[in-house]
């Protein structure tokens, strides 16, 4: 068992090192993709709130799609998808081989799926508010863009943030697909070290405990947000 | 509108014709998801070849029967391991309920390629052990070990929905059995599941449609699934039409569940509905 161990140390004889930058690697991943997910979910909840039939359906087409396909199916169909398309229109160019990063085809692929989501949770907040708020941020004289972000946004986020917090859990865990891409995160350099070391039971429990630490630490960090966001709410005894 | 329309009566502001930023944008969302369809249309015709079909579309097919089998079999076992730990759950006893929690906690907060890793190659670790425990016939087979791993997963995800469900439907039920002298199975049996289990019904569809995504995930470690038949032909032929079939079948496969579900649904809370509704 203390030899299990002392894989982990760092440096040349342990494996700590490696685990740490994959690990690292699936943090950035996650982090990169949140805004991305965040921002068109939101913008395709609006769409889909909107009353205009064209802009629903074109919406509404986005969700079923991304939430019906295997995460897996959409990070190959991106990631080979985007090899050939890119080759192709590079091909007019110049003569040569492109190579779409696995980085990015994560963030793709893990962006729309979340957005495919967040939208859902969006929209289920934006039915939350009262057709009331909007009213009296166009009887201040305020702009649809302004009423939109002076009134409703911050009411949107108290809403949506439990849906929100989940999902974000959800992502963390989806990042592990990456590794089958070839994207050296927390579960691909688990893959190495075990190759090396025939001990698999041992880091993928390793890998395991990394993963629920890393969802325990963003359960405290959503808790934070959460008070802050609901520090408006008037608890009445 | 009229020519003799009367101008002064008050109306109504008129909807907003002509094209505003919202209908333009909708206009080329839909666009732009024609001409994707329409790609893939073209790709599938200009591509066109029988001995493609003739050879690998028995083999998706088969591999469709198979993502079938192993959510099939993984959301069933997974919903006789969830049950008791769903009253683990609920148990007074702090050791049991604290495990059953432990358990859920540990399923539900790590991604399931590598509790799938885990169970795969770490089996394969304890070859000796199993073999000895004449369990290794079970473990040495990959489709095996998915439906081992997947059932484990979602029992984790269907206590929690069972555990919810069950608190959902009001102390006052179980009080009224009581006080009808029915002792504590009758009144779980005919008073509180049939009430809990409409409740439970919709977050269980959305938990087999999580499967059936997540069932793509087996034929990382040589399941030939509905996804590991496509990536290995996709492999072979670099056709990237594969993966667009793929597509097609997996959201069918959600598409139909969502159906069946909603009629489900519909059968169980027909005593819900009012009489011309």
């Known amino acids: ?237 | 509108m009229t020519a003799t329309a009367d101008a002064t009566v008050v109306r109504p502001p008129p909807a907003k014709k002509g094209w505003t930023p919202a209908r333009v944008g909708g206009a080329l969302w839909v666009a732009l998801w024609l001409v994707i369809a329409f790609l893939a249309v073209r790709l599938a015709v200009t591509e066109y070849s029988p001995a493609f079909y003739a050879r690998y579309g028995p083999r998706i097919l088969h591999g469709l029967l198979i993502t079938v089998e192993l959510v099939a079999l993984s959301v069933s076992i997974g919903a006789a391991i969830a049950i008791p730990i769903a009253f683990a759950r609920g148990s007074k006893n702090s050791i049991i309920s604290g495990l059953a929690y432990s358990y859920v906690y540990f399923f539900r907060g790590t991604p399931l390629l590598a509790q799938t890793f885990l169970v795969y190659y770490g089996a394969g670790q304890f070859r000796e052990t199993l073999e000895a425990a004449h369990m290794w016939w079970f473990f040495r087979d990959a489709f095996n070990c998915a439906v081992f791993t997947f059932a484990l997963n979602t029992s984790a995800y269907q206590a929690e929905i069972f555990r919810g469900a069950i608190d959902s439907v009001p102390k006052g039920q179980t009080e009224a059995g009581e006080a009808l002298g029915l002792s504590q199975w009758p009144i779980f049996n005919k008073i509180v599941a049939p009430q809990a289990m409409i409740i439970a019904l919709r977050p269980l569809g959305n938990e087999i449609i999580l499967m059936i995504k997540g069932s793509a995930i087996a034929s990382i470690i040589t399941v030939f699934d509905l996804m590991g038949e496509t990536r290995l032909a996709f492999s072979r032929t670099y056709d990237f039409q594969v993966y667009l079939w793929a597509a097609v079948l997996y959201l069918s496969m959600v598409e139909i569940l969502r159906r069946v579900w909603d009629r489900i649904e519909a059968r169980l809370t027909r005593h819900l509905k009012r009489l011309g509704e």
């Open chain 1, 1 to 237: 068992m203390g030899e299990l161990f002392g894989y982990l140390s760092f440096g040349a004889d342990g494996w700590g090192d490696e685990i740490a930058t994959g690990v690292w690697l699936t943090i950035r991943l996650a982090l990169v993709t949140l805004p991305f997910g965040l921002v068109i979910g939101f913008f395709v909840a609006l769409a889909k709130n909107s009353e205009e039939p064209l802009l629903k359906a074109a919406a509404n087409v986005y969700t079923t799609i991304f939430r019906g396909l295997p995460e897996l199916l959409t990070l190959f169909i991106v990631y080979y998808g985007g090899q050939i398309m890119l080759a192709q229109i590079a091909s007019l160019f110049y003569d040569g081989y492109v190579e779409v990063s696995g980085f990015v085809a994560g963030v793709v692929a893990l962006g729309v799926v979340f957005s495919a989501f967040a939208s859902e949770v969006f929209l289920g907040a934006l039915r939350g508010i009262g057709a009331g708020q909007y009213e009296a941020g166009y009887a201040l004289g305020l702009t649809r863009a302004k009423t939109l972000r002076l009134i409703i946004v911050p009411q949107l986020i108290r809403l949506a943030l439990p849906g929100l917090s989940n999902l974000w859990l959800v992502l963390l865990k989806d990042t592990s697909l990456v590794s089958v891409i070839a994207l050296d995160d927390l579960l691909r350099k688990t893959n190495i070290v075990v190759g090396a070391t025939k001990e698999p039971f041992f880091f993928y429990s390793v890998a395991c405990l990394i993963y629920l630490t890393l969802s325990v630490i963003s359960s405290l960090g959503i808790n934070r947000i959460n008070t802050w966001a609901n520090r408006g709410q008037v608890h009445h005894p």
